[in-house]
């Protein structure tokens, strides 16, 4: 069947935003979805897992008119809190300049929202549990999938959009002959994930800061936590697979048990008490959830072309999927989004130009957000307990509160969405390398002068525009 509809892959975050943006323009828009429909399924809409919005996904939010909504029910985080083994804690702001911190959102909430959105519009029509299983990128038409009944048929509209996530079947499609000489590329991390939960308080309320992403940085691994809107925290633990601090050394029991009887509970609990000592009290259901939760991978997918002449596009994580550590992943995928929107509205319906175009001007971005997002898992797994680090983001939170136009390299890639992700890597090296330098020799940073470091920060030609 053809029509001129465009098909959507993937009903996630991206592809949910990017069915809101089609429809706004008046243009068709078919979403197929692998998944049930979360919005009836209790288990998606229980389980609080989080994400950091900030200004970029903020920016797609507000031009399809969604910001205020989802702002509402957001937990402003103003900075990493810092735990040590013994307990202390300190806040390292993320900017010193007010206005500038990040958001907690919930990730079905923000879908459901996203979803329920775009079904406003007529033009738009979401189909669930239809899975793509192929795609001809010579004649456009997708393989569909019906997940309930095991029948399989053909779609094929004006064009295709993949937001099928970091496993996307079109994807695979183009790459295993679909697009001559496809160039792919997957990293994993030695570390994968682990999602744990505090509660919230008896009778509501935080148990630890609200208004923080709290992070026990241990070198080799980390536990980060960020705030729910209903007083609970989602934990994520980011482990090596394997090795004497990895899952495995907990999963097989072995970890701190001394030639005693390997056992994965004794293990688990040695662990927390040795790092986190002050969790253990919070995460209530620790064993059961570490143990019942799954263990994610954590990789960076780069490949390219990205189209399939004008039949086919990756957009999102299909195209870019970056590791966690920047908490861009969806924020670089809405803007995918809003910048596709703004060729859509140059271009009009031309979508081989629009996507020859969006390839030109995303991919040195999305590459730049991906290996910074690398990069920073180090910096918030080390330097956060690195005194030299430590004395560099005092620095730099100095220099926010009193020179308008200083930008730390955090606060280039989350808060100035007009500035693009490749600019932000460049400029940013070039300042944390410097800084880095300055703090190197100095005990007490209140002792700088903030106009000589500002004076040698413009001589790289690191000076923007206030917002
Ligand atoms: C632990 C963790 C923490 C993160 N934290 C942050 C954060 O704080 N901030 C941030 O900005 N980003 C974060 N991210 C990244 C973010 O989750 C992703 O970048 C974002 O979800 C990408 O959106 P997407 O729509 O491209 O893909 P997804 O959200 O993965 O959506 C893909 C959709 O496609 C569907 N699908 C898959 N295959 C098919 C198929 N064959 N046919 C039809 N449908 C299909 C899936 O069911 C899903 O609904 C985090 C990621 C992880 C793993």
């Known amino acids: 069947m053809s029509n001129e509809r465009v098909i959507v892959v993937g009903a996630g975050l991206a592809g949910s935003l990017l069915a809101i943006y089609l429809a706004k323009r008046g243009i068709g828009v078919d979403v197929y979805e692998a998944r049930g429909d979360m919005r009836l399924s209790e288990a998606a809409a229980g389980r609080s897992i989080n ?79 239809r899975r793509c299983v192929d795609f001809d990128c010579d004649t456009g038409e997708a393989f569909i999938l019906d997940e309930e009944s095991g029948d399989e048929r053909t779609v094929k509209g004006a064009t295709l959009i993949a937001t099928d996530g970091a496993g996307s079947a079109v994807r695979r ?64 633990l980011f482990l090596a697979h394997e090795g004497e601090n990895s899952f495995a050394s907990i999963g097989s029991g072995t970890y701190g048990q001394d030639g ?102 995303r991919k040195q971005n999305t590459d730049a957000i991906a290996d910074m997002a690398v990069e920073n898992f180090y910096e918030m797994r080390d330097a956060v307990a690195d005194p030299i680090f430590v004395r560099k983001r005092e620095l730099e939170t100095m220099l926010e509160q009193n020179q308008p136009d200083y930008f730390s390299k955090y606060s280039m890639v989350t808060f100035r969405e007009d500035l693009p992700y490749s600019v932000a890597m460049e400029r940013g090296n070039a ?32 000076q923007f525009p206030e917002k």
């Open 51 to 129: 994400l950091a919005l900030s200004d970029r996904g903020i920016a797609a939010l507000k031009e399809v008119g969604m910001d205020e909504y989802m702002l509402r029910e957001a937990v402003p985080m103003y900075g990493r809190l810092v735990h040590s083994t013994n307990g202390a804690t300190k806040l390292l702001p993320y900017s010193g300049r007010e206005g500038e911190y990040i958001n907690s959102v919930s990730r079905a909430g923000l879908n459901i929202a996203l979803m329920n959105e775009a079904e406003k519009y007529p033009e738009c029509g979401f189909f669930f549990n």
């Open 260 to 361: 005693a009887t390997p056992d994965p509970h004794a293990a688990l609990e040695a662990f927390f008490e040795d790092h986190f000592p002050d969790s253990l009290p919070l995460i209530e259901d620790l064993h059961e959830e570490y143990f019942g939760n799954p263990t994610g991978d954590l990789g960076t997918v780069k490949c390219f072309p990205w189209n399939a002449g004008g039949k086919a596009l990756l957009l999102g994580d299909s195209a870019h999927a970056v590791v966690p550590f920047y908490g861009q992943g969806m924020n670089a995928s809405f803007e995918d989004c809003r910048v596709l929107n703004g060729l859509i509205g140059e271009l009009g319906t031309d979508w081989e130009q629009i996507f020859k175009r969006y390839s030109e001007l």
């Open 173 to 236: 499609a183009m790459m295993n002959g679909g697009i001559p000489r496809f160039n792919y590329a997957q990293d994993f991390l030695e570390h994968g994930y682990k999602e744990l939960s505090i509660p919230p308080a008896d009778g509501g309320g935080f148990r630890m800061e609200k208004n923080a992403l709290h992070i026990w940085a241990r070198h080799s691994f980390m536990m980060i936590a960020l705030p729910n809107f209903d007083g609970s925290y989602t934990c994520t």
């Open 431 to 462: 300042q944390d390398r410097l800084l880095m330098e300055i703090c190197k020799d100095v005990e007490d940073v209140s002792l700088l002068d903030p106009e000589e470091v500002l004076g040698k920060i413009r001589s790289l030609g690191n």
